[in-house]
């Protein structure tokens, strides 16, 4: 059993957004909330938002979510995709331009019921 969550055009770079996905996939749900309180990260909260979303649709999707805690959770799979890129222009010295580009991202985070046989 796994619930999925996805945020969508947040307006973050992938790259970042990744370095933070990174540390919580394979952990548990309660041990990655603890892990995302203490990054210093702007990617944290919408991540963390992300990661509470998951739960929450674990929980109220099904029968069986009544009768699961967070404790039997972890995250299953996390990544970040790349959404479409902003593209803006700066202007330059001798009447020149160059690009801008504002970058976004999505997150997807699936969490899944934690069975006897995975660490």
Do not use: C
Not at 17 to 35: C, F, K, L, N, P
Not at 109 to 115: A, K, P, Y
């Amino acid at each position: 059993m796994e619930a999925r969550a996805r945020s969508r055009f947040i307006r973050m770079s992938p790259r970042k957004v990744r370095q933070v996905v990174d540390m919580i996939r394979g952990q548990g749900v309660d041990e990655s909330m603890r892990t995302l309180q203490f990054v210093v990260r702007a990617a944290k909260e919408p991540v963390e938002k992300t990661l509470r979303s998951a739960v929450a649709n674990m929980f109220s999707n099904t029968k069986e979510g009544a009768q699961l805690e967070t404790s039997d959770l972890y995250v299953k799979e996390a990544f970040v995709d790349e959404g479409p890129t902003m593209k803006r222009f700066r202007a330059r010295a001798m009447g020149r331009a160059t690009t801008v580009r504002k970058r976004t991202s999505h997150i997807t985070i699936v969490v899944g019921e934690r069975t006897g046989k995975q660490a």
